[in-house]
Each structure stands twice: as structure tokens, then as C-alpha cells.
């Protein structure tokens, strides 16, 4: 790394507003993982939640800064909080356990905010969150200050808020254009306005949060990063509220592979890339599209004769990055059918996961049977593998026993053993198809009320011996509360029944248990 370049800091919200998007809430477990991850990645501040919102992000928030915040060489770990002193107070103690905490609290700054929403003069706005910050610092060295929709914030206005919240003892302040609706040049402009006009402006970071409402979230940054913002949120594979947020991947390799123009670096893992945006794809059940840049399917594929030709010539000629250098390569080989449990192991734990030695037995025996049915077990097998065990839920009912009968004149059965303890209960249900019937027969074994909202089944690799990997999202019947559930099968309706299981298991564990959020949506 040449030493002569700028840091950028990364600042990873997606367990926070990547989280608030729709269809990606996950559980502790979950978050968790995806927070070791975003650690080996390398992000410099990791947003773990919004403790105040529910007792469940609070704990959340909680462990994260224990188990992953604590740890050498640990990121910074923030929580968010609104310009409140409830929210303040509760934030501080959710993430006091980190070897570096920071308390990132917000407000709204543009006119039709502090009219319509806050009904606050600026006046106020300002004596507010310089009392806030103040608070704040009082209990963490390192507080974040945001200016909810900076973006159509007046800029004198925004000079004197940020002004007085850095004199209060701000360390970062944080430009969002919260609703995705700045342009690149004029979002430039703003950052070099502040920059020439806040005179402590040199005592804190400036930061950017950038919405993807226009599709420019990640321009947006950049063009900041131009101007002198040294900290970039962002969240992987660009999940969020509405259209997303800023891509994490797309910001970081914009940075790595063009340092001649920026002239900038940050100290992220990029070969960590890929692994991560397939786990946070794995576990919200949103994959990204095929042409999306850096980590989708077809990022380094060349369809073009043109394109082949040159790249097997030279790969510069095409490629202006490895996929190497993202962590992407392809469909390896793994581990065979005569492959002992200790090398197992060790391949396992060289993935990143951390298993419990009942998880790596269970993981072990599955791995054995599935080399048994392929003739070929790639990486990619491994990992679907190792999830479906790593974030099941625990196991109150499980499947003994799954008959289909199905096809062109034959109407679509399902009968379903399923097994909790020393009970056994036996149903059969008729259906549009041969996994709506294990759905309907499921239901009825189990007593349950249940509307199903998605239904997604991918191909983990290539070949008719595939692994199917399905991921199921339903809710009791008049409830709002979802779960998931996910299984894989080298019979894809056997993975469909394993992910419907997977998800009552979670909803008789969770039931009860899901809290509404208090107040409003953070909005940042």
C-alpha cells in the first residue's frame, strides 16, 4: 500500500438500515455471523443496530459488542439513536462492552422535516442536538453526528448545526442524502461547501450516507470522496430501505481499482467480498441480480467472442480487476467421500464459520451422505451445507418421512411424517403441485394457521445433481411477524418441506417473543 495516500473509513450499516429493508430482518444468531464476517472483512465502523427500537436489538447490539466488539484489533462498534436522551442513554449501555464504542445519534435538518415531521424551529433543532451530543460524549470518546436529509438541508443552516454540534464535541459528522435525492456534482458542491465554510470543520470526519432512490447512491459517494469525505456508509450487496443504500462492494473497489484518480484507500479484505455479500444473500433470502457489478454471477463472464478472445490473450484487456480480488473463484473442488472429520474440520473453520463440535458432527455426516449422491462436491455445496446447519433454528419438529406423488394427470399428494421427540404424527394434503401439498400436509401435522409471502428456490452449483437451496418467509395467519426458514435438498421438494419445518420451528420458538418498534423508523 503506498503510504502516501488518504484512509477512507468504512462505515458497514447493514445490520442497521440494511436490516430495515423489507424481507431481510434477521434473528441474533444471524446477526451475529453476518457481524464476525463484516470484522474479517475488515470494516472500520460496524452499526449494529438501533438499540432503543425493540429489547431484541438492544441485545443484539449488546452481544455484538461483547463477542465481536471486544476482540483484538476489533472494529469501532455503533449504535444509532435519535437526538433523545432516552435513546442516548440506552444506546450508551448497549454498546459499552466495545473496545470502541461510538453512540451515533440524528436529527432532521431540512425545512420540511423540522416542520412537518419534528415541528421544531432550527433554533431549536440546534439547542437540541448540541445538548444531545454533549450527553452523548459524556459516555463514549467517539459520537457520530447525523443531519437527517442533509441533502435538502439549507447549507447555511447545515454550516451552523454542524458547527456547533463539532464545539459539543462531535468527532464525526455524517452529510446523508436520506432519500436518494441529491445529484453528484450539486452532493460535491455541498461537501466543499461545508469544508471551505465550517471553520472546526477540521476537528471532525466528514461522512456520507447515501440513498439509492435515483440509482446514484454509490456516484453520490464518490463525488463526496472527491471533496474531502473521509468516511463512506454503506451497507453489502447496496440492501436498505426503499431502493438501498450505497454498495459497500461497488465503493471499495471503485477506490482500489482507481487509486490513480482517488488517491485514496481503506483497509478492507476484498478477497472477503464475495463470501460476504453470498452470506447476507444467504441470509436475507435477497439475491443480487446477475449483472450486478462485482459480485454477481456474471460479473467476470464473457460472452462476447471478442471479449473471450482477449481476455485469454491478456485479462487486462477486459478485466480491470480479478475475480481473485474479490474472493470469487468459481466452483473448486472440495473435499471427498474418504475425507476424515478433521480435515473436514479445518475446511470448515478456513470458510469462517465457528461450529459447535455437535454442529461439526451433524455437518460432517451430511457432507458424507452428500458425497454419496454427487459425483462432485464444490465449495459452494460446503457452505449451503454448513448454513442449513449453522442457522437452523432449534429443531422442535423434524421431518421422518416425505412421499410425493405428482404429475400430468395425476393430482399433485403429499403425506409427511413429522417427528418431535418421542411424538410422531402422520398427514397427507392434495395441492396445486407436489410442494404445495408438503406444504398443506405440513400444516395440518403441526396445527398451524400459516400464509406463506415468499417461496425462492436457486441451484447452489451447476449439474443435475445440484444441491437446491430454498428459503421460505411466512407468518401466522393475521400476524405480522415473519420468519424464514431455509434448507437445502439434492431433492428440491424435500428442501422445500425441510424450509417450511424450519420456519414453524421458528415460529413456535419466536412467537410472542417479536416486539414492535417504538417511535419512529431511523431515518438516517
Not at 227 to 255: D, F, H, K, P
Request: glycine residues 8%.
Amino acid at each position: 500500500m503506498e503510504t502516501n495516500k488518504e484512509r477512507v473509513y468504512v462505515f458497514d450499516t447493514t445490520l442497521r438500515d440494511g436490516e430495515q429493508s423489507p424481507g431481510c430482518s434477521l434473528n441474533q444468531r444471524e446477526k451475529l455471523a453476518v457481524a464476525h464476517q463484516l470484522a474479517r472483512l475488515g470494516v472500520d465502523i460496524m452499526e449494529a443496530g438501533f438499540p432503543i427500537s425493540s429489547p431484541g436489538d438492544f441485545d443484539s447490539v449488546r452481544r455484538i459488542s461483547e463477542e465481536v466488539g471486544a476482540r483484538p484489533n476489533a472494529p469501532t462498534i455503533a449504535g444509532l439513536s435519535r437526538a433523545r436522551e432516552k435513546d442516548i442513554t440506552v444506546c450508551a449501555d448497549a454498546v459499552r462492552a466495545a473496545t470502541k464504542p461510538r453512540i451515533h445519534t440524528f436529527i432532521a435538518t431540512s425545512a420540511i422535516h423540522m416542520e412537518h415531521k419534528l415541528k421544531m424551529t432550527p433554533e431549536q433543532v440546534v439547542r437540541q442536538s448540541v445538548e444531545m451530543v454533549t450527553l452523548a460524549k459524556s459516555f463514549v470518546d467517539d459520537v457520530e453526528f447525523s443531519l437527517e436529509d442533509a441533502g435538502r438541508t439549507d447549507w447555511t443552516f447545515m454550516v451552523e448545526i454542524v458547527e456547533a454540534t463539532i464545539a459539543a464535541g462531535a468527532t464525526t459528522i455524517n452529510i446523508p442524502d436520506t432519500v436518494g435525492y441529491c445529484q453528484p456534482a450539486q452532493f460535491a458542491a455541498q461537501i466543499r461547501h461545508l469544508r471551505e465554510n465550517c471553520p472546526n470543520i477540521a476537528e471532525a470526519i466528514i461522512a456520507v450516507h447515501c440513498h439509492n432512490d435515483l440509482g446514484l447512491a454509490v456516484a453520490n459517494t464518490l463525488a463526496a470522496v472527491e471533496e474531502g469525505a473521509r468516511q463512506v456508509e454503506c451497507t453489502v450487496n447496496g440492501i436498505g430501505e426503499r431502493a438501498g443504500n450505497a454498495s459497500l462492494e461497488e465503493i471499495v473497489m471503485n477506490l482500489k481499482t482507481r487509486p490513480d484518480y482517488f488517491k485514496v484507500d481503506t483497509q478492507i479484505r476484498t478477497e472477503e467480498l464475495y463470501r460476504t455479500s453470498r452470506l447476507i444473500c444467504d441470509l436475507t433470502g435477497s439475491p443480487v441480480q446477475p449483472n450486478k457489478a462485482i459480485v454477481g454471477a456474471n460479473a467476470f463472464a464473457h460472452e462476447a467472442g471478442i471479449h473471450q478472445d482477449g481476455v485469454l490473450k491478456h485479462s487486462a484487456t477486459y478485466e480491470i480487476m480479478t475475480p481473485e480480488s474479490v474472493g470469487w473463484t468459481g466452483e473448486g473442488l472440495i473435499l471427498g467421500k474418504h475425507s476424515g472429520r478433521h480435515a473436514f474440520r479445518k475446511r470448515v473453520e478456513s470458510l469462517g464459520y465457528e461450529l459447535a463440535p455437535e454442529e461439526i458432527d451433524s455437518a460432517f455426516d451430511r457432507f458424507k451422505i452428500l458425497c454419496d449422491k454427487k459425483k462432485e462436491v464444490f465449495e459452494e455445496d460446503l457452505i449451503a451445507l454448513v448454513d442449513d446447519i449453522f442457522f437452523k433454528s432449534v429443531a422442535t419438529w423434524e421431518l421422518a418421512y416425505l412421499a410425493v406423488n405428482s404429475g400430468t394427470d395425476a393430482i399433485p399428494t403429499a403425506t409427511v411424517k413429522l417427528r418431535r421427540g418421542d411424538e410422531e404424527i402422520a398427514e397427507a394434503a392434495q395441492g396445486d403441485g407436489p410442494v404445495d401439498a408438503a406444504f398443506k400436509a405440513i400444516e395440518r401435522a403441526i396445527g398451524e394457521d400459516v400464509e406463506l409471502h415468499d417461496y425462492r428456490l436457486e441451484s447452489v452449483t451447476g449439474g443435475r445433481d445440484a444441491l437446491g437451496r430454498v428459503m421460505v418467509a411466512l407468518t401466522r395467519a393475521g400476524s405480522t411477524h415473519q420468519v424464514k426458514g431455509r434448507a437445502v435438498h439434492t431433492d428440491v421438494v424435500t428442501a422445500s418441506a425441510l424450509a417450511y419445518i424450519t420456519a414453524m420451528n421458528h415460529l413456535q420458538v419466536q412467537e410472542g417473543l417479536a416486539e414492535a418498534r417504538e417511535g419512529e423508523t431511523a431515518g438516517v
